[in-house]
């Protein structure tokens, strides 16, 4: 039977024990290239020497040499990776706490009339995810034409960085806490709040009733000015960065050139007012996978990105990777390399291949794929947790008396939930999107998972630490129009600050269209940044110029060169 992983480590090999020390028993990359290439030209590597058949043979000498330096530089990464601390995975338990598996992920799967799922297929998805055998996934019982979506990418293996099963998230809020109500009652405001532009924040009645009651859940762990939640921090990341500027990230706003193509980022949004799955039936129809969906209908006039709404359509659609590309060409125009650049200081040389725009460019691509993975080890194999829109019919069942669930009473009491109810009849979560959430599970996002990858790879290749982002700007209330920032912070929104930002940005975008929780893009940008430090630290070993490393500052504000 193939095995994905195990709680154990193997033993290793009796000749992989030479390696324990490689730092000290083998040569350094420089030296070991030096005497190759001496080896290579004595040979007749040299084009003044030899002819070209000897040439020819030559070069396929030093190319040997290269692929014995290739294995120890390979097989060292390896050792370093199997010789690190074993992560520690472990759940919030709400899957062995209740029989009837209501705090987990089950969307897809068929559920009874209350809409928690039925037992059977809900274990022959456990028992295809404990064995790992793709048969087993091929037999999991499906509630209607709706498919999981990839739950084997992550036990795939890589070839650099950290491995999926040894990096981890802590446990996700349980369905019973206070942290998770607290949560959902954002997740509340957050759809009552979609249609209000962020400009509008100051001077919006029912923002400021969304922050008197934030303000009021002691578990609730979004930010705050002297402990309050406010208009200038409401639906905020956590980072510095954050909380300074306008609520979109510079990066989002500002025309970028895509080659000789000029791109103004205006996009194609939702027409306001229209939410989804608010009525019993359509929710419950998209629990057990039962399409086709509905289409969002589009607002034909191209915008900046100014409200929930907006930021909903733009990470419904968008590669995953796409801010952050578009971050990195402003980026090439408008800011230097890292300090730790080696080709800053060189008078003959650039750089491209390495340390130079394709390198960067491919960067972008590569620490998403990895980011994902990573992710959907933790989503599948480890938390499987509820999706909001899942625990919005707990609530409705909750309020409604149709059931009895052990939920917080910060939720059920909420104004958000009562004033939700008002509007549609239900204490359904209302969502952006007609499918509601993907057929994946909740924790972590993989949005913000990429986002957390992509953004510090931008933070080690650029300058970007206490560098000001010149002549800010923000949307008109329409999204019609970009005008100058003049608030008394402009001064203070620096590079650095606006890429945390923007991982926000598309983090919370992803709450805020009813698909995710707030720590679901805390933990998630943490995770990715983990990712991406992780592949940086190989590809170190594998430069021949000399590199002392990249330095930059992490989300959580503390430096670090890798």
Known sequence: MKTHFSEQRVAVHPRENIAQNSSNSFRSRRSFISSAACAAGAIGLSPLLGSSETKAEAATAFGRTRAVEAFEIRRNAALAEFNAPAALHTNNGDEQRYS?????????????????????????????????????????????ITRLTNPQAGVAFGLEGADSGNLSEPPSPAVASQERADEAVENYWMALLRDVPFTDYPTDPMVSHA?????????????????????????????????????????????VSFGALPLRQQYATYQPSMDYMTDFPSWLAVQNGRGPFALNAIDQQLRYLRNGRDVSAWVHVDLLYQAYFMAMLWLLRNAGFNTGN???????????????SPHISALMTEVSEYALRAQWFQKWWVHRALRPEGYGGLVHNMKTG?????????????????????????????????????????????????????????????????????????PTADGLALQSYTGADAAQITLTGELNK?????????????????????????????????????????????????????????GITV
């Open 502 to 558: 923007l991982a926000s940005n598309i983090a919370q975008a992803r709450n805020i269209a009813g698909v995710h929780w707030r720590s679901d893009a805390t933990q998630s940008m943490l995770l990715g940044e983990a990712v991406t430090i992780s592949i940086l630290r190989d590809q170190k070993r594998c430069y021949n110029e000399s590199f002392g490393g990249f330095s930059f500052t992490k989300f959580d504000g503390t």
């Open 402 to 474: 149709t059931a009895q669930y052990p939920l917080h009473a910060d939720v059920l009491n909420s104004q958000a939930v009562a004033a939700v109810f008002t509007k549609n009849g239900t204490y359904l979560l209302p969502m952006a999107f007609p499918e509601g959430s993907p057929t994946h599970p909740s924790y972590g996002s993989g949005h913000a998972t990429v986002a957390g990858a992509c953004v510090t790879a931008l933070k080690a290749f650029f300058n970007t630490d206490n560098v000001v982002f010149p002549d800010p700007v923000v």
């Open 211 to 255: 922050c008197s009651e934030l303000s009021n859940l002691s578990a609730f762990t979004g930010p705050r000015i002297n402990g309050q939640v406010t208009p200038q921090t409401l639906f905020r990341g956590f980072t510095a960065g954050d909380v300074i500027g306008p609520y979109i990230s510079q990066f989002l706003l500002q025309q």
């Open 342 to 356: 080696p080709y800053n200081s060189s008078r003959t040389q650039v750089g491209f291949g390495t340390f130079g």
């Open 100 to 144: 009837n598996k209501i705090g987990n992920y089950s969307k897809g799967l068929p559920h009874n009339s209350l809409g928690e799922v039925e037992l059977a297929p809900y274990n022959g998805y456990l028992n295809a995810i404990r064995s790992g055998q793709p048969s087993d996934f091929e037999n999991i019982t499906l509630g209607g």
